[in-house]
């Protein structure tokens, strides 16, 4: 089953979640995946995979994401913040983890989660 995937990061943390897509890219081409636009153009660049692009974090991406989860259109949400640097956008970051936390989207926000999400095997059900 089809499952829809968001992948966030922050600049900082871009390059590895870059990685990360890359590394898991055959299991990741069998699901829908969405992106913030500068992380999702990376992704595409990178790998080749087939991508929806929202807006930029910062524009209203977060936002965009926190609408999907809670409309039941979101099953994870990958997102690799920066817990060091204070962005602008800041109360987008909260409230999309908020709102995840909200709907019970299981959550990654850096590659060690992410890693046990992937590979777990309630991932595929």
Known sequence: MK???ALVAHDNKKEDLVEWVDF???TLAQHNLYATGHTGR????KTGLNVTLLKDGSH????ELGAMISNGKL???IFFWDP???LPHDVDVKALLRISVL????TACNRATAD???SSPLFHK
């Open 3 to 5: 499952k829809s995937i």
């Open 24 to 26: 898991n890219k055959g």
């Open 42 to 45: 990376k992704i595409i660049e």
């Open 60 to 63: 209203g991406g977060d936002m």
């Open 75 to 77: 099953d994870y949400l």
């Open 84 to 86: 060091l640097t204070p």
């Open 103 to 106: 709907y019970n989207i299981p």
């Open 116 to 118: 046990l999400i992937i």
